[in-house]
T-cell receptor, first 114, second 114 residues
Framework: DAGVIQSPRHEVTEMGQEVTLRCKPI?????LFWYRQTMMRGLELLIY????????DSGMPEDRFSAKMPNASFSTLKIQPSEPRDSAVYFC????????????FGPGTRLTVT | AQSVAQPEDQVNVAEGNPLTVKCTYS??????LFWYVQYPNRGLQFLLK??????LVKGSYGFEAEFNKSQTSFHLKKPSALVSDSALYFC????????????FGRGTSLIVHP
């Protein structure tokens, strides 16, 4: 398996623009997580999907952020409008359902908003 | 509620010496404990986990961790450090009877000096 796939790997955009980050989880994994990593705040959970349904979105910072999972093999995280403080590395992770299983992380998308 | 603490932001060790990266946790029920490693510009990578059974867990790259219920700790260890072990290490915990979402520590930067 190719692992968790994220695109793009790098994104540079101007403040106010819409940004869409994409994730393809590992086939057969039915739990998907979006995280944000910064030096200041460390690793933050943004949203958790199970069987394509958002279960916990309490980490989504504000209404500018939205996430969807239209099917088991694809998820998006959208920021509209983007702001410089959104600059971070965004990770997608997937896992098999079940409490004892580990997560598999994608390579991340490094977002820079100028 | 579940929480995890990594008391050291950075650990420095000489190559060939043993290393320890500390992790303590708090859960209401039984803990599921995980260690992940993050190399520069990469996503987190699973190292090892404790679910049940032997308190000493062996994982990838020669790493091991010891579950200590009385001290609520799960320290990561390696008998002989390599320069290539230099990376960011994350401890994570899940309460067996709680949410499916693990809680991550803030990470510990391990620097192995030649």
């Amino acid at each position: 398996d190719a692992g968790v796939i994220q695109s793009p790997r790098h994104e540079v955009t101007e403040m106010g623009q819409e940004v869409t980050l994409r994730c393809k989880p590992i086939s057969g994994h039915n739990s998907l997580f979006w995280y944000r990593q910064t030096m200041m705040r460390g690793l933050e959970l943004l949203i958790y999907f199970n069987n394509n349904v958002p279960i916990d979105d309490s980490g989504m910072p504000e209404d500018r952020f939205s996430a969807k999972m239209p099917n088991a093999s694809f998820s998006t995280l959208k920021i509209q409008p983007s702001e410089p403080r959104d600059s971070a590395v965004y990770f997608c992770a997937s896992k098999v359902d079940g409490s004892s299983y580990e997560q598999y992380f994608g390579p991340g998308t490094r977002l820079t908003v100028t | 509620a579940q929480s995890v603490a990594q008391p050291e932001d950075q650990v420095n060790v000489a190559e060939g010496n043993p290393l320890t990266v500390k992790c303590t946790y708090s859960v209401s029920g039984n803990p599921y404990l995980f260690w992940y490693v993050q190399y520069p510009n990469r996503g987190l990578q699973f190292l090892l986990k404790y679910i049940t059974g032997d308190n000493l867990v062996k994982g990838s790259y020669g790493f091991e961790a010891e579950f200590n219920k009385s001290q609520t700790s799960f320290h990561l260890k390696k008998p002989s450090a390599l320069v290539s072990d230099s990376a960011l290490y994350f401890c994570a915990v899940r309460d067996e009877g709680g949410s499916y979402i693990p809680t991550f520590g803030r990470g510990t930067s391990l620097i192995v000096h030649p």
